[in-house]
Structures are given as C-alpha cells and as structure tokens.
C-alpha cells in the first residue's frame, strides 16, 4: 500500500546550521506531497506542499522539491533557527474525493541556540 | 474565523467508561477525518466521511464508532475506554477534489485512560 517513510529523530542542530529532513514515499500513482509542522502542545499545521512532479514548495525558508525519479520529498532549510522547534511531518494524498493523507512518523526537531 | 474545533482538549477517563470527542468545521468542507498521535507512530486514520452521510474505517478502527451529523461536525465515541487508547486524537477537513489542498487540522483532544 502506499505509505511514506522519514528520517528518524530526533535532529539536533545549533542555530544557523543547515538542515535537512529526508522522506521518501511509495505509491502507485502521482501523489501530492506535504509537509506538515507540529509545535509543542499544538496541531499540526501545513508549512508547504507540491502537486505534481519537479515542483518545489517553499515557506518561511523550509523547502522541498517533488522528485518523482527518487519518490522524494526531502526538507532543507539553510539556516535554522530556535523558534523552529518542533515535530515535522511528511505526508502524500490523492486527488480523489475524501481520500484521507497518509504520513510519515515524524522527525523531532530541536534547535539550541 | 474558527476552522476546525475539538471539544474537550483534555480527558481523563476509566476503563470502561464511554465519551465522545466532538469535531466541528465551519469551512464548508466536504471530508472529515479522525487520526490518533502516538509516540514513533504518526498519524493513524481511525475513521473518515468523505461527504455528509458516508463513513469509512481507516487504519485502526477498531474499539471506534463515528458519527457525521451534518456537514460541519464528525464525532468520534469510545464505548468501553481502553488503556490502549490513550492518545492524542486529531480532527482534520479537506476540501473537495479537484481541489487537492491540504487538509486542516484541529488542536487535538488528549485522551488518557487509567
């Protein structure tokens, strides 16, 4: 079945180090690709996604490319800071009505300064 | 402009006793989904509504029964509690195809059982 796999954490990084976030994903089709980012005591909020192939998605620095060649969806960031803290999940969906999304475990994040 | 809402936050409960966690979404969304968060597990699906009216078992339904009222609201009941079934539990709605936006979550409803 379709599932989709990430880096296990926890990532510790200091301030201004690069980051990245490895996930790769199974599927029999072309799904759309997201990563999703839990702060502490919270729930989960999108931070970026791409639909189709080669596309990349990017917000508040975070970036991944759609890489249908390696099913990959890998999370950089250049330089992280301590306010991103948390737990980051990736996920895929289909385009189909109701089709529910399916993550990742989760890769705890923490950033000390 | 609430989004999606889950009453209660927090919830202690027996063994073998029964509640239900309430989900409500004023976004005029189609789909509705309950996940449980567990420590090195993700996301699960327990159940989902994909139009008001329709209800389907997701991963771990098992223990679970769902109801989707109308189309703002999908409720998730325990009839017998569990210890197992200590988790965070989240809400979430999507839009309809061929939308194919993410999908919004709630704040989550932590559930212990004793």
């Known amino acids: 079945g379709d599932s989709v796999t990430q880096m296990e954490g926890p990532v510790t990084l200091s301030e201004e180090a690069f980051l990245t976030i490895n996930c790769t994903y199974t599927a029999t089709g072309y799904p759309s690709l997201f990563w999703y980012v839990q702060y502490p005591g919270e729930g989960l909020q999108l931070l970026l996604k791409a639909t189709k192939a080669d596309d990349k998605g990017s917000n508040k620095g975070f970036e991944a490319t759609y890489r249908k060649e390696t099913t990959s969806f890998h999370l950089e960031k250049g330089s992280v800071q301590v306010s991103d803290s948390a737990v980051y999940f990736c996920a895929l969906s289909f385009n189909q009505a109701g089709t529910a999304l399916i993550f990742g475990k989760g890769t705890t994040l923490s950033v000390s300064s | 402009n609430a989004g999606v809402t889950q009453t209660p936050k927090f919830q202690v409960l027996k063994t073998g006793q029964s509640m239900t966690l309430q989900c409500a979404q004023d976004?005029?969304?189609?789909?509705m989904y309950w996940y449980r968060q567990d420590p090195g597990m993700g996301l699960r699906l327990i159940y989902y509504?994909?139009?008001?009216?329709?209800?389907d078992k997701g991963e771990v339904p098992n223990g679970y029964n769902v109801s989707r009222l109308n189309k703002r609201e999908f409720s998730l009941r325990l009839e017998s509690a569990a210890p197992s079934q200590t988790s965070v539990y989240f809400c979430?709605?999507?839009?309809?195809?061929?939308?194919?936006?993410?999908?919004?979550f709630g704040q989550g409803t932590r559930l212990t059982v004793v």
């Open positions: 509504s994909a139009s008001e009216g329709t209800t």
């Open positions: 979430a709605s999507r839009p309809p195809s061929p939308m194919n936006t993410e999908a919004f």
């Open positions: 976004m005029n969304h189609n789909s």
